[in-house]
């Protein structure tokens, strides 16, 4: 068990509809960052927050965002939801001190129909 | 974009070392070696990390070539449980960390 959570487990939705993921991460760690994996794309980076803040951008679409609350969980919003969507959705989390590493939680597993 | 390159798959035999190449001709001197492995579709765990000195942990070894080119992961007893797939990153301190996947490695165990 990592310490870091995410809730729902399974998502099963529409095309065309909006999902919310939620990730808490370890009690005291800074830092969330979102990771997307499909069976042609692999793992990818989304995004990243430190304290509240947007910190880097990787491979996210425009359709997608975040956002990290004060009390460090962070919220993954997924809109105009696309068949391409259907993934796993990581979060990890750390202290974002260096060379510190990333500790995952145990996903989303996200279909849409 | 992933700078390394792993073997697809590969076979160990329970109880058995289980030694996972690496290369990374490319890597900088302020980036380390890490490596995660994923456990059929759970988040990926750490295993270790390294920059130029050889580690070792309670799961694994690392060992780094002297020009940092390459690396080995061992597993020293290798059993069912460690059936996954193993990434090989490298990663520096000012990229952000964010971590770049690449394929990684399969590994069987087999009884």
């Known amino acids: 068990d990592s310490g870091v959570t995410q809730t729902p487990k399974h998502l099963i939705t529409a095309t065309g509809q909006r999902v919310t993921l939620r990730c808490s991460p370890r009690?005291?760690?800074?830092?969330v960052y979102w990771y997307q994996q499909s069976l042609d794309q692999g793992l990818q980076f989304l995004i990243h927050y430190y304290n509240g803040e947007e910190r880097a951008k990787g491979n996210i679409l425009e359709r997608f965002s975040a956002q990290q609350f004060p009390d460090l969980h962070s919220e993954l919003n997924l809109s105009s939801l696309e068949l391409g969507d259907s993934a796993l959705y990581f979060c990890?989390?750390?202290?974002?001190?260096?060379?510190?590493?990333?500790?995952f939680g145990p996903g989303t597993r996200l279909l849409v129909l | 974009d992933a700078k390394t390159t792993q073997p697809p798959s590969m076979d160990c035999a329970e109880g058995r070392a289980a030694n996972l190449p690496c290369n990374h001709s490319t890597i900088s001197g302020n980036e380390y070696v890490y490596w995660y492995r994923q456990i059929h579709s759970q988040g990926p765990q750490y295993i270790i990390h390294g920059l130029k000195n050889n580690e070792t942990n309670e799961m694994a070894s690392l060992i780094i070539t002297e020009d940092r080119k390459s690396s080995t992961l061992i597993l020293p007893h290798a059993t069912l449980r460690d059936t996954a797939v193993y990434y090989c990153?490298?990663?520096?301190?000012?990229?952000?960390?964010?971590?770049?996947f690449g394929a990684g490695t399969t590994v069987t165990v087999r009884a």
């Open positions: 990890a989390s750390n202290l974002n001190r260096d060379e510190e590493t990333q500790y």
């Open positions: 990153i490298v990663s520096a301190q000012n990229n952000d960390y964010k971590l770049s």
């Open positions: 009690s005291g760690d800074l830092s």
